[in-house]
């Protein structure tokens, strides 16, 4: 079973910088494919796609919402996933979740959230304007 806790959210300015921590356990970090995913109060909100890594390589696939913005990177020694988020903006406030998978291929970065079984219990980001 795989354990997934997010932290490192906050209430911030637009503009502003925060960095996103997913500590993993139950199975070593190089054997996950990891995701982002967000969502926003109201209702028939779905989680909605931020990022997704490859367990393997550099295959990190972005929303065109947060690209260029935000940096998703891995620290196997540490089993910890980052998502760096820059240039913050009012309409990235939701409640940001870390999710994994187990896959088959290595190179495969998911964007659906239906095929990540594993998720943390997320963390709020609020950036106000």
């Known amino acids: 079973q795989v354990q997934l806790v997010e932290s490192g959210g906050a209430m911030v300015q637009a503009g502003d910088s925060l960095r996103l921590s997913c500590a993993t356990s139950?199975?070593?970090?190089?054997?996950?494919?990891m995701g982002w995913f967000r969502q926003t109060p109201g209702p028939g909100k779905e989680r909605e796609f931020v990022?997704?890594?490859?367990?393997?390589?550099?295959?990190?696939t972005y929303s065109d919402s947060v690209k260029g913005r935000f940096t998703a990177s891995r620290d196997t020694a540490r089993s910890t996933v980052y998502l760096q988020m820059n240039s913050l903006k009012p309409e990235d406030t939701a409640v940001y979740f870390c999710a994994a998978r187990v896959p088959l291929s290595g190179t495969y970065a998911s964007t659906r959230r239906t095929e990540y079984p594993y998720w943390g219990r997320g963390t709020q980001v609020t950036v106000s304007s």
């Open positions: 990022v997704a890594m490859s367990r393997i390589g550099d295959n990190t």
């Open positions: 139950g199975r070593t970090l190089s054997t996950l494919a």
